[in-house]
């Protein structure tokens, strides 16, 4: 309780209130909506979370990102993190890119060259390394503004992991990039996993970015391809929802 006793009467009374299920928070302010992410109880704090998230977190993570910058406080920084969780996406105007898409685009681009680095003869394997490269820079660029700690170490490991790969591919060393490869796809993969199926739909989230369907849409009965059969449908037996058969 000691953060709540720091927060002015008002908003003190609204968390109460609302908490107690006599009072939404869609009229309140944006700064009401920040005060409340340091709330006790989880019911408060989504709340307000998702009223920011449907508001449009830009102004806010803007406002935000100056006090941050201005005072350094830790609390702000998590803030931040706590509005953009659980999309992982850093909404900045129109640079807002989710940080799980581009995630599964650079595993689609790993999983494309594997073949390639097993067949390709060795003056190629420098080519394949530097289109892996261009595309790690791709995914730096949603990952370079993350402020998020955990992340932020996720993202040195996968520099890590690509250097490591760089080297090995320019010494034509086959036998290594393969196995770099395989494991840096496992390893995005087991946190593209991680996040389930954000919008409840049935279908996993990792499936839905993998087939450029909506992640927080339930699009589980839509049928893009016009084949008659459901996403849902075409997940649990396995097809392209985006392919008519």
Same mark, same amino acid.
């Given at each position: 309780m000691t953060r709540l006793l720091l927060l002015p009467v008002p908003i003190l009374f609204l968390a109460a209130a609302w908490s107690c299920g006599e009072?939404?928070?869609e009229g309140r302010s944006d700064e009401? *909506?920040?005060?409340? &992410?340091?709330? @006790?109880l989880w019911r408060t704090r989504e709340e307000a979370r998702q009223q920011l998230v449907a508001r449009g977190p830009d102004r806010v993570v803007r406002l935000?990102?100056?006090e941050w910058e201005r005072t350094g406080d830790p609390l702000v920084r998590d803030r931040i993190a706590f509005i953009l969780h659980p999309?992982?996406?850093?909404?900045?105007?129109?640079r807002a890119?989710?940080?799980l898409a581009a995630l599964v685009a650079f595993n689609r681009h790993l999983t494309e060259a594997l073949p390639e680095i097993r067949s390709a003869p060795e003056p190629d394997l420098q080519k394949i390394s530097e289109g892996i490269v261009?595309?790690?820079?791709? *995914?730096?660029?949603? &990952?370079?503004? @993350?402020?998020?700690g955990e992340l932020v170490r996720y993202r040195d490991h996968l520099v890590s992991s690509v250097i490591h790969l760089r080297l090995v591919l320019k010494r034509a060393d086959r036998?290594?990039?393969i196995g770099a490869v395989a494991e840096m796809s496992r390893k995005i993969a087991q946190r593209?996993?991680?996040?389930?199926?954000?919008?409840?739909?049935?279908l996993p989230t990792s499936w839905e970015l993998e087939h450029d369907l909506d992640p927080f849409l339930d699009d589980s009965q839509f049928d893009p391809d016009g084949d008659g059969r459901s996403n849902l449908e075409e997940y649990r037996q396995n097809r392209d929802p985006g392919v008519s058969d």
């Open positions: 009072l939404g928070l009401e *909506l920040v005060a409340l &992410l340091s709330h @006790e935000l990102l100056e999309w992982g996406a850093f909404a900045i105007g129109d890119v989710p940080v261009r595309r790690f820079g791709t *995914l730096m660029e949603v &990952l370079r503004m @993350e402020i998020d036998a290594r990039a593209i996993e991680a996040h389930g199926d954000l919008d409840r739909d049935g």
